[in-house]
C-alpha cells in the first residue's frame, strides 16, 4: 500500500489563455497535515477545488487510496459560505446527513460537540459569528467520517481565540481521530505549530515540498523559508 | 439519487419563501372564490376584463393561465431556491458526496415539477372546496382540465428550473423566471405573425403555438377538455420535460460548481 493517501501528479489548469496551475504535483502522506502555502492568486484553491472535483477540464492525475471502513474519501470546506443560511447548525448537519445517508442522530450531535457547538442553538447561520460558521463548516465535513479533510485558508478572518481553537481543533482532529488534513493559509506561524509536510505553491507550481524533517532541520523558520522562494529573501536586508 | 431529493425536500421543508408562496395560494384563491360567492364583483380598471370575474369558472380558469399569477410564484420560489445554491455555494456537499451532477440535477428537476403541479392543484382544490358548487363543478370534464393543468405546470417546472440551474447569478435568474412566464405571450404572437408569411409557415407556427406550455394553457382555459386531449397533453407536457431536463442535464454538466 502506498505511504501516499492522495497524489496529484503533473496537474495543469488554465481559465482561456491564463494558466492558473502549469505544473502541480503534491504527495499526501497518511495521517499527515500537509500545508499548502503560497500568495493570493497562486492557485491554491483551484488546486483544492481539482482535488475534491468540482472543477474539470484539467490535465494531470489525482490518486486517492481509502480504506472500506470510511464512507467518504474526502471532504472539504472551501467555499464560503457554502451553509443554508437560513437554517440552524442542527438543521445543516441534518441536510447533509440525509444526503449521506446517515439516519443517526446520534452522529450529527457528536460531530457539533467535537466542534463545540450547541445542538439547541436554533438561530440561523445567518447569525452566527465567524469562529461558529467555521466550525460549523467542519462539522459538516466530518459527518461522512472522511479519511481525507481538505481545508481552504480555515482561519481566514478569526480572531486570535477562533485561531487557536482551530489548531487544536486540527490537531485533535488529527492525532486521535486519525485523519489526514491538507490545509492552507496565510498564518504561517499557526502552521508551523502543526503541519507535518508543507508544499509551496508559486506561479502555478509546486517549487519545494518539505517533509517532517525537512521543517524540523530548516532552523529559519517557514516565513523565512517561504520568503526565499516568493521574492528571492527580505527585500529590506 | 433518493438521498439528494431527501436533502433538497428538507432543505426546501425548511424555506419560509415555501409556506409564503403557498398560504399566498390558499389566501388568493378562497379570496376569489368567496368574492364570487358573495356577488362581490372587482373590477381594477388598470388590468381591464383581467378581474371582470363572472363565475366560478373564470376563477378556475385564472388558475390554469399561469401567466396571470400562479406562474409568477412558481418562478419566484423555484429560482429563489435553486439559485441559493449557487449564492450559499453549497453545491460542493453534494458533489463532494460523490453525488453525480446528473444525480444532482435530476433531483431538483423533479421536485420543481412536483412544487409547480402541487401550487397549481392547491389552488383548484381550494376553489373547489370553497365554491358551495362541488357536485356541480366536479364533472369529468372538470377532472380531466386539472389533470391536464397539472401536466402543464409540471412542465412548466421544469423550464424553470433548467433556467434557475443555468443562469448562476440568484438576482438574473429570479428575472429570467419571471420574465419567462409574464412574457410567454409575446412569442406565441410572434411566431403566430411569423405564420402569416405561408401556409407552411402558418402550419409550423401553429404546431409550435399549439405544443407550447402557453398554448396548452390557452387551449385548456378555453374549451372543454376530452380524454384524448388530456392523453395529448400529458405527453406533451411529458416531453417538454424530458427534453428540458436533457437540455439541462447535459449544460450542467460542464458546470464548475
Redesign the interface.
Known amino acids: 500500500m502506498s505511504q501516499y493517501i492522495l497524489e496529484a501528479e503533473h496537474i495543469q489548469k488554465k481559465y482561456g489563455r491564463q494558466t492558473v496551475l502549469r505544473d502541480v504535483s503534491i504527495h499526501v502522506k497518511h495521517g499527515g497535515i500537509y500545508g499548502l502555502i503560497g500568495k493570493n492568486g497562486s492557485g491554491k484553491t483551484t488546486l483544492f477545488?481539482i482535488l475534491?472535483?468540482?472543477?474539470?477540464g484539467y490535465s494531470g492525475v489525482v490518486t486517492v487510496s481509502h480504506t472500506d471502513s470510511h464512507e467518504?474519501s474526502?471532504?472539504?470546506v472551501?467555499?464560503?459560505?457554502?451553509?443554508?443560511?437560513?437554517?440552524s447548525a442542527f438543521?445543516n448537519m441534518?441536510?447533509?446527513s440525509?444526503?449521506?445517508?446517515i439516519r443517526d442522530n446520534g452522529r450529527i450531535r457528536q460531530a457539533l460537540e467535537t466542534v463545540r457547538l450547541s445542538e439547541s442553538n436554533k438561530k440561523p447561520v445567518r447569525c452566527y459569528s465567524l469562529g461558529m460558521t467555521q466550525r460549523l463548516k467542519l462539522a459538516?465535513a466530518l459527518a461522512?467520517n472522511p479519511e481525507i479533510l481538505i481545508l481552504d485558508e480555515p482561519a481566514n478572518g478569526l480572531d486570535p481565540e477562533g485561531i487557536v481553537e482551530l489548531r487544536e481543533l486540527l490537531i485533535y482532529l488529527n492525532r486521535t481521530m486519525g485523519k489526514t488534513i491538507l490545509v492552507s493559509s496565510h498564518i504561517l506561524s499557526e502552521l508551523e505549530q502543526i503541519v507535518t509536510c508543507l508544499g509551496i505553491l508559486h506561479d502555478g507550481e509546486i517549487v519545494r515540498e518539505l517533509s517532517d524533517s525537512d521543517i524540523l532541520q530548516n532552523g529559519t523558520g517557514l516565513e523565512k523559508l517561504y520568503m526565499e522562494y516568493a521574492r528571492g529573501g527580505n527585500r529590506y536586508e | 439519487m433518493n438521498?439528494?431529493i431527501?436533502?433538497d425536500l428538507?432543505?426546501f421543508s425548511?424555506?419560509?419563501l415555501l409556506y409564503v408562496i403557498l398560504s399566498l395560494t390558499i389566501v388568493i384563491s378562497f379570496s376569489l372564490t368567496m368574492m364570487i360567492r358573495q356577488d362581490i364583483r372587482l373590477g381594477i380598471s388598470v388590468f381591464g376584463n383581467l378581474t371582470a370575474f363572472r363565475g366560478i369558472d373564470d376563477i378556475i380558469r385564472i388558475g390554469i393561465l399561469y401567466q396571470r399569477g400562479l406562474g409568477f410564484f412558481i418562478a419566484i420560489l423555484l429560482s429563489v431556491l435553486i439559485g441559493?445554491e449557487y449564492q450559499?455555494?453549497?453545491?460542493?456537499?453534494?458533489?463532494?458526496?460523490?453525488?453525480s451532477r446528473a444525480g444532482i440535477y435530476l433531483s431538483k428537476a423533479v421536485l420543481s415539477s412536483a412544487i409547480s403541479a402541487a401550487v397549481f392543484l392547491i389552488f383548484q382544490i381550494v376553489v373547489l372546496l370553497s365554491s358551495s358548487q362541488i357536485g356541480s363543478i366536479l364533472t369529468a370534464g372538470y377532472a380531466a382540465m386539472v389533470i391536464s393543468g397539472a401536466f402543464v405546470y409540471a412542465a412548466l417546472g421544469a423550464v424553470v428550473c433548467l433556467l434557475s440551474m443555468l443562469i448562476k447569478n440568484n438576482i438574473a435568474s429570479i428575472i429570467a423566471c419571471i420574465c419567462y412566464v409574464m412574457l410567454s405571450e409575446t412569442p406565441a404572437s410572434v411566431i403566430g405573425n411569423i405564420g402569416n408569411l405561408s401556409e407552411t409557415a402558418s402550419k409550423v407556427a401553429g404546431w409550435c403555438i399549439r405544443h407550447s406550455i402557453y398554448g396548452m394553457t390557452t387551449i385548456i382555459s378555453s374549451a372543454p377538455v376530452s380524454p384524448s386531449l388530456v392523453v395529448t397533453i400529458a405527453i406533451n407536457a411529458l416531453i417538454i420535460i424530458l427534453l428540458s431536463t436533457v437540455i439541462g442535464l447535459m449544460l450542467f454538466r460542464?458546470y464548475?460548481?
Open positions: 477545488r475534491t472535483g468540482l472543477i474539470q467518504s474526502i471532504s472539504a472551501i467555499d464560503s459560505p457554502s451553509l443554508f443560511l437560513n437554517m438543521e441534518k441536510a447533509q440525509f444526503l449521506l445517508g459538516m461522512g | 438521498n439528494i431527501k436533502n428538507y432543505r425548511k424555506s419560509i441559493q450559499w455555494k453549497t453545491w460542493q456537499h453534494k458533489w463532494i458526496a460523490n453525488k460542464k464548475e460548481l
